[in-house]
């Protein structure tokens, strides 16, 4: 990893806050809106892959942000762009420096970028005591991106609309872990769903699966997960097909899904068998693999 030369230094008044990825067990397009957005239907989990923000009060320009990510140098990022309009609207006259330790890969995804927008959000909240309520800030992420009101919240949740309409669900996920299987390809989310639009999407029934959570059937959960921009993914990137079915072969079939827009396969699992360590070192030169454990609920404020 690389390591940060111009870091923040660590005081009382430095926040930190951690952006978890995020993964989709369940993502189905209901249909194409008037306004060319896409209502969903997703169940998202977090889990212990994160990057790591660290806010200051002051700095160099209004918004100045550090990391060892060259992506957050441009004016264009995301986090500049959150981090300014909050500012904006609610200390206008105030200066913020950020770092970011990037970890969450990009394209793949993971929700990296909507992670690291929401912790901007909590993060600036918390900073300078703006005393934004939950509501309030996902009616300010919606602006920004439909997986960034979820990021927002601590646990497993069903989401809905454009990423707007997020309701946590009693989903114990501590008897799982997540393989997940990280090729070198970025996917470009706004290509997948245009080939969605023109192709059309898969569509699947979330009621098994709501079911299942619902009752604890532990197997049941692990039978029901789908993605519905898979068929528009492999149609645009078929090597993402391909480690799809190269893990499927290996580990069984059970359980793996693509979450996002690509192009990460997960593998939901209980236990590392013999067949999952054996397919993690034979693949490990091609692919980042890892296995993560999902997040608890942490957040001890209530807003």
């Known amino acids: ?47 212990d892959l994160a990057d790591d923000l660290f806010f200051m009060v002051g700095g160099e320009q209004i918004v100045t942000i550090k990391s060892n990510d060259p992506y957050f140098y441009s004016e264009d990022n995301l986090i500049k762009k959150v981090a300014q309009y909050l500012l904006s609207i609610y200390d206008p006259h105030q200066k913020v420096t950020i770092q970011i330790d990037k970890r969450i890969p990009p394209g793949g995804g993971l929700g990296g ?24 800030m996902t009616e300010i992420a919606c602006h920004f991106g439909a ?27 501590s008897l799982y872990k997540v393989l997940v299987v990280k090729p070198k390809i970025f996917v470009s989310t ?15 029934d979330i009621s098994p699966l709501l079911a299942a959570i619902s009752e604890h059937r532990s197997q049941d959960i692990i039978d029901n997960l789908h993605n519905s921009l898979e068929e528009a993914t492999f149609s645009r990137y078929p090597e993402i097909k391909k480690i799809k079915t190269e893990l499927m072969c290996n580990v069984g079939p059970k359980g793996v899904v693509m979450t996002g827009s ?32 999902f997040i608890k609920k942490t957040r001890e404020k209530t807003f």
């Open 262 to 293: 690509g192009s990460t396969i997960i593998k939901l699992i209980t236990e590392v068998t013999p067949d999952i360590s054996h397919y993690i070192s034979g693949y490990s030169d091609k692919y980042s693999l890892n296995i993560y454990n």
């Open 1 to 47: 990893m690389t390591i940060l030369t111009n870091k923040i230094p660590i005081t009382t008044e430095v926040i930190h806050r951690k952006a978890y990825a995020k993964v989709n067990l369940f993502l189905n397009v209901v249909n194409r809106r008037l306004d060319g957005y896409h209502n969903l239907e997703m169940i998202n989990a977090r889990i």
């Open 190 to 204: 706004d290509e997948v769903f245009c080939q969605g639009d023109a192709d059309g999407f898969g569509h699947y």
């Open 113 to 136: 970028n909507s992670a690291d927008a929401a912790a901007v959000i909590l993060g600036l909240n918390d900073l300078f005591g703006w005393g934004m309520s939950l509501a309030t």
């Open 147 to 173: 997986d960034i009101p979820y990021c927002l919240y601590d646990s497993p949740a069903l989401v809905k609309g454009i990423g707007n309409d997020v309701s946590e669900l009693d989903l114990d996920l």
